[in-house]
């Protein structure tokens, strides 16, 4: 199945660019970058699922700090990166 993607010209040539640096077909390029947003996409929201439920669950088990501990320890930690 083909299937046509209009790209802005900067964006065409950038991909041009890029498969000529590699000394590859245009569409194969591009297809193999697609696959790689795809997959990247995929892990990036499995990993955010397990966030969140590690994020749940440990709120249920009654591990959490409230906001005033995590504000006030972030400003101690990064008060101490612009000092010097």
Known sequence: MAIVVTLNPELEALLRDKAARQGQDV?????ELLARVLEWEEQDSE???????Q??????AGRFRSFQEFADEQRHKYSNCYEG
């Open 47 to 53: 990993e955010a699922i397990k966030g969140i439920q």
């Open 27 to 31: 569409g194969l390029v591009a297809s």
């Open 55 to 60: 994020g749940l669950d440990d709120f249920e």
